[in-house]
């Protein structure tokens, strides 16, 4: 392992070897790791691709069953060589800030390709997971976690008719833009969080290619987030 600090972004450099791979969807995957790291709830890694890409790819860090897990959906030559691969990943964590709420009465959803994040918050707070997808996950990932899954659109709008008029304080919600920007507009009760999952080049705030545009001002996912209050991201009307 070997240790950076660059612009006060401190993080370090591991070689990881996959422990196992299990589809949760066509086309995403839960990989498990067989080394240890330090991160805290809501960090993330970026994951070189080899010669598959120019740049290395962002993922939300998550643990199951105290294994360090990634969830990596395939969108492209990147993705698909961190999928398929039988070496070692090279890996830069952790990276961004903690999730760190005012309580633990909060709830979590995400989409399947957030699921290793997801499965880890539930663990670490306590607290409820749910995930929306747009098709069914697969019997593997359904016969190892018990999992409260809502399939489709109408089934992830009453989901959050339900949250918005729940018990909690707060929800976090990880996914696409779409399912983030739904939540904050469906859920005017709560406090939602979401987790931008942006394309980030270098991670460390150093290309600016992750700039977001907030009620406060440009920020950068890496460096600002990756996770952000929701009305901070999108008016509430």
């Not at 612009?7 to 839960?30: F, G, Q």
């Not at 897990?69 to 961190?82: N, T």
């Not at 309580?103 to 499965?119: D, F, K």
């Amino acid at each position: 392992m070997a240790s950076f600090s660059i612009k006060n972004v401190k993080y370090n450099a591991y070689l990881l070897t996959k422990k196992s791979t299990i589809e949760i969807t066509d086309r995403t995957y839960l990989i498990s790791f067989q080394e240890d790291l330090e991160f805290s709830p809501g960090q993330f890694c970026m994951v070189n691709v080899d010669g598959a890409g120019l740049t290395r790819k962002p993922f939300t860090l998550g643990r199951i069953e105290g294994t360090v897990a990634i969830s990596v959906k395939i969108a492209g030559k990147g993705s698909e060589y961190i999928v398929k691969t039988s070496e070692r990943l090279n890996v830069l964590a952790p990276l961004g800030n903690a999730f760190v709420p005012e309580n633990r009465n909060g709830a979590v959803v995400v989409a399947p390709s957030c699921l290793a994040e997801g499965l880890h918050l539930s663990e670490h707070f306590k607290i409820p997971l749910f995930v929306a997808s747009k098709s069914a996950l697969s019997r593997e990932i359904t016969s190892q976690f018990e999992l409260n899954t809502v399939v489709g659109n109408d089934g992830y709008l009453r989901l959050l008719e339900e949250l918005n008029n729940s018990r909690f304080d707060w929800i976090f919600v990880s996914g696409s833009r779409i399912m983030e920007e739904l939540a904050v507009r469906n859920m005017p009760n709560k406090l939602v969080y979401v987790s931008l999952n942006e394309y980030m080049a270098c991670g460390i705030g150093a290309c600016k290619g992750c700039a977001v545009e907030t009620m406060n001002g440009i920020k950068h996912a890496c460096t600002d987030g990756p996770v952000f209050r929701g009305d901070e991201i999108w008016a509430r009307h």
